[in-house]
């Protein structure tokens, strides 16, 4: 692997994967504790190096010059409330409650980020938010698209996300949180 | 149609993410916010891939 001391963000090559036509390396994607605690491992292990398990998604891989050196996956989704938690909002109200404020929310989802380990300290991820926020502007010409969201840890949230890229948190007390931000 | 149009998932949040989040995309957006967006386009034109007009 090519060790770098300056970051060239041109050097980044964001490409849709496709199973038949990229031949990608074992990464390691684990937290340098060896941790994976989103996953990341198993989702590159089992939907992108071998494919053992199908997806919907849309993938991208991405290189840095010619080496590999990480992946993003993104669909959108709808955000809802729990149907509990709508039962108990409901008891509460009066006839015709502020149903508005509840209609789905449509974002477009990163579901899985994994960038090497040997990667990690050259704000790769702030390249990945740019591009799919990017994209989900350039996607949304009906403006039915609110936010781009992922979860991730509070730990990762409180230090990186929010500081330096401005992503608004969910305020749950377990270790994952959904990050997100606005496109439009 | 894009091919992400044609995927659709559901995230069932709690009462108060859902809040949050609705009360969020309520206000007004910030220069700070515009100026990450308008880098954002123009990053996704430089790097997208040609295949990406497919998505």
Same mark, same amino acid.
């Given at each position: 692997?090519? #060790? =770098?001391?300056?970051?060239?963000?041109?050097?980044?090559?964001?490409?849709?994967?496709?199973?038949?036509? $990229? #031949?990608?390396?074992?990464?390691?994607?684990?937290?340098?504790?060896?941790?994976?605690?989103? +996953? /990341?491992? *198993?989702?590159?292990?089992?939907?992108?190096?071998?494919?053992?398990?199908?997806?919907?998604? @849309?993938?991208? @891989?991405?290189?840095?010059?010619?080496?590999?050196?990480?992946?993003? +996956?993104?669909?959108? =989704?709808?955000?809802?409330?729990?149907?509990?938690?709508? +039962?108990?909002?409901?008891?509460? *109200?009066? *006839?015709?409650?502020?149903?508005?404020? #509840?209609?789905?929310?449509?974002?477009?989802?990163?579901?899985?980020?994994?960038?090497? #380990? $040997?990667?990690?300290?050259?704000?790769?991820? !702030?390249?990945?938010?740019?591009?799919?926020?990017?994209?989900?502007? =350039?996607?949304?010409?009906?403006?039915?698209? !609110?936010? /781009?969201?992922? !979860?991730?840890?509070?730990?990762?949230?409180? !230090?990186?996300?929010?500081?330096?890229?401005?992503?608004?948190?969910?305020?749950? +007390?377990?270790?994952? @949180?959904?990050?997100?931000?606005?496109?439009? | 149609? %894009?091919?992400?149009? &044609?995927?659709? %998932?559901?995230?069932?949040?709690?009462?108060?993410?859902?809040?949050?989040? %609705?009360?969020?995309?309520?206000?007004?957006?910030?220069?700070?916010?515009?100026?990450?967006? &308008?880098?954002?386009?123009?990053?996704?034109?430089?790097?997208?891939?040609? %295949?990406?007009?497919?998505?």
């Amino acid at each position: 692997m090519t #060790q =770098t001391t300056q970051f060239d963000p041109n050097g980044l090559k964001f490409n849709i994967f496709n199973p038949k036509k $990229h #031949q990608l390396p074992n990464i390691d994607f684990t937290q340098t504790n060896g941790q994976d605690p989103l +996953s /990341v491992q *198993e989702y590159y292990d089992n939907c992108i190096l071998n494919g053992r398990s199908e997806t919907n998604e @849309v993938k991208y @891989v991405i290189k840095y010059f010619e080496n590999w050196i990480g992946f993003f +996956s993104i669909d959108l =989704t709808r955000l809802h409330i729990k149907q509990s938690e709508m +039962s108990h909002q409901h008891e509460g *109200e009066g *006839e015709g409650g502020d149903r508005l404020l #509840q209609l789905p929310i449509s974002a477009l989802l990163i579901r899985k980020i994994g960038i090497d #380990q $040997h990667y990690r300290c050259y704000g790769i991820g !702030k390249y990945i938010m740019l591009f799919c926020m990017g994209l989900a502007q =350039t996607i949304n010409k009906d403006k039915q698209i !609110k936010l /781009v969201i992922f !979860k991730t840890t509070k730990s990762l949230a409180e !230090k990186i996300y929010f500081p330096k890229y401005q992503f608004n948190f969910t305020g749950t +007390s377990g270790k994952l @949180v959904w990050a997100f931000k606005r496109i439009c | 149609m %894009s091919k992400l149009f &044609t995927l659709h %998932s559901d995230i069932f949040l709690e009462c108060a993410e859902y809040h949050q989040i %609705s009360e969020y995309l309520g206000g007004e957006i910030n220069p700070e916010e515009q100026k990450f967006l &308008t880098k954002a386009i123009a990053f996704y034109e430089k790097h997208k891939h040609d %295949s990406d007009d497919s998505i």
